[in-house]
């Protein structure tokens, strides 16, 4: 059950232009550098020039105005970036049947609302009052807490967790492990000991947002932690209670935000980034990677470093601070002649 | 069901003070940024008096000696933050039905000990041994090991899971995903591959223990891993092999603790902050965010950086780092009018 | 049913030379700062000679040139952690008893395969056309997806999920909630908002893996994210989608690894590491904690910081920087001076 098309077969169906011979058949994708002689692949990125040359690949997709060398045939494409990702599921596993229906041994409680095309999978449990959409697969193993509620089309991986009241937009993918809605942290001190402050507010989450694997969403003190519509947000990442983050804002693995901040529209948060409490981060911002952002940042900023600066500024206080032992050496060989100018000032006194 | 109450009587429960019309009624609570006119809010953190000066609140909780402008009434209160938390429950949805019985799909070893008014949810496993005190819930799919005690009061979240022999005090609430008793990671090297060195000690948790979603804390290799009492831990956070952790400390989010490292009382470490290992922190220690300790820190010190240290120091390393173009431009200066001295002192000659 | 042994057995089944009591009895294990008078320890880390000389244990494993002050007997041995490794099992709580057959709540799919002395606990899914090998353990909870293979002797902890197609040698183990195969992260931007990119690929991980607690491994976009054979990584680590992972690399706790980088064979990165994506990193690297790793690092090579540079060259520019204070005053102390000189020169004009 293996596709084989030939090259002319891919170029036709990219629409792009084929330098090589057209009946040479290929059975799958690959990277650049793992291709096998059966096997397609694309260079998107400059810094893959190099493997292009000597890839053992069947083919490859390239910029229509591609001008290096290349090992193997050339498909000239307007974006090979996106043409790869046309291409793959041709090559792809064939799709996991969907998970249909109720599983017989889920425990639904009959107070719960489960739209008739939805499926629910094994050992899934869903607590009184809450509401699963048409169409929404929750798979193996899920927890979906009182009242919470989730909207059309969406689907959660196992050992998904939601606790009560919180609520799920339409369209949106949740990788296994994630939990919605675990109690913020908050303690109010008394002596040495803490007193537990009751989290008592919910999650809204809204249409078409991607969490991934193992994220964790805390429910608000009181009110609301929202997360806007198209948000992606990728694994390991911590989003503390009461935290507001804008529509289509990217969120990149292991980043920290917390608690009360506001992430504006667009803004993407780069891999282990940590952002203090209490601030607003602008819309169009971009913060690099592990940065730790203990301001507010204005709109269509790129800020980097610990803590985070405007990246300009940043990079060239780096690049200083790198450049340090030249600078001190500069001091010492004043010194010197400095010394030496007092001296004949001394001996012509 | 929803509670509505005037802001009369909302000063009179609170013990404060109103200024503003007594006859009002408030329905909710919200943040001083999201709030609407039927909703209170409060202001404990200085950050928000601007936004106090344009909330749409009904009234604001403030501290009893506010002189700022503000849109909404004033309900002046002794300790605004510990007013807000407890009125917050008034206007909160009601609270989930707790959790009652074994439930029928638990799979519960004939040589476990549950407490007769013990909790026990859906698809639980409770192994051979292990013993769940008085009043405990263990909510739907936790794993608890052969021989792990539980005492009592405890509440365990969803997916939490426990291994063999590991012991947890009194009152201890451990959210969603959270791991206790996993190998430590630890391999005798032999040639280029790793021995793995057998974990045989446990983990033990004292009372009063809160530990969020997802927190792993691995048993010991041999021995035990120790969290004390009243220690209270953030989402995702890592605790390796024969750590110790002492009374009423405070781990942030997505903090890394190295194996067999020593962490004193009442020690704060803030987000993202990663500890050697085989290091001993002090107590009333204070380690700010994203800080990476890798030596030993004496009691009642505030460090922070990577390498960490005293804050004080470390703040103004940072300014004077900012300010390295500066620096260059005067060393740059400097021998400009060095060189001017040698020639005039040379053309004297 | 609790071991006790004499200093003398214990001596001479560590094939080491006792100095003391050989009568003492021992029952235990501890750390050198908390072991107990009827408990063993031993110091292998220089660090800990100061303990030795007040630790309250019995007797203390030491290496055999061992000249230092010891409150307890010593027992002489060639490598002392190698030793207590030996000893440890010895005075350990009784090994679990190992979980056999297939648990009558288990879901198997009837188009599964499952060795005859593979092991699957309770509300376990075996989906589709996955095979799990001789003698694995699926423990309690695991999810394990269509076509999924798992070699043999395996040992996968509670709540571990794996999703479609992706492969495990044999001998892994797999710590508690760790997810294999979770979609890669990839847009495609349209406007503001993102089209999700299939991700269509695998997870291929080798024999003798072990991975902690909550480690997520990404399935490629495309092709395939690899983990070599005896790779050991640490509890929540990240690896993005199409990673290679060397033979016997080690990744410790919280490391964050980005999109198609390749790490070479036994190279190490420490806790908290971030390195970026489209990298290599070559063979027998050692990347020092909390470091950022954003180009490619050649083989052998020790680097530290953020961003990386060779391990000498961070620690003096750190070194350096902690010395700005003093760089300044000098810097302040030659402007002075040469101020007064320019006076000078003037005056004599």
Redesign the interface.
Known sequence: MQTIMTLAEVARKLDGALEGDGRVQVS????I??AEPHQLTFVA?P??AAAAAATRAAAVLVPEDWNRPCSAALIRVRNP??A??MA??W???PP??PLQGV?E?A?ISPAAQVAPDAAV???C?I??GACVGPRTVV???C?I???VQIGADCRL???V?I???CRIGSRC?L???T?IG??G?G??QEG???R???Q?G?VIIGD?V?L???V?V?RA????TRIGN?V?V???V?I?H?V?IG??A?I???V?I?G?T?IG??TILA??V?V?G?LTIGSDVMVG??S?V?KNIPSKTFVLG??A?PYE?SV???A???R??E??E??TA??D??AR??Q??KAKQ
């Open positions: 799958g994708l690959a990277g550098r793992e990125n810094q893959y970036d996106k790869f990702a793959a599921p090559f792809a596993p996991v049947p599983h041994t425990v999978g094994p050992f449990v607590e009184e798979s193996a193993g927890y807490g009182h009242g991986y196992p050992h967790s606790r009560e009241y993918i990788h296994n492990g939990v675990s109690d942290f303690y109010v040495a000991a803490r537990k402050i009751p008592i919910i078409d991607e991934g694997a193992n964790m805390d003190r009181f009110g609301q198209g992606k990728d694994n390991l911590q503390a009461n507001i529509d289509n990217v990149i693995a292991q920290g917390a009360s506001i529209e667009r891999g282990q940590g203090a209490h990677a592990q730790g203990s610990g803590p600066a500024k060239k206080i780096h200083m601070t790198m340090l032992p600078l001190r500069k001091v004043l010194e002649r400095l100018l007092e004949s000032g």
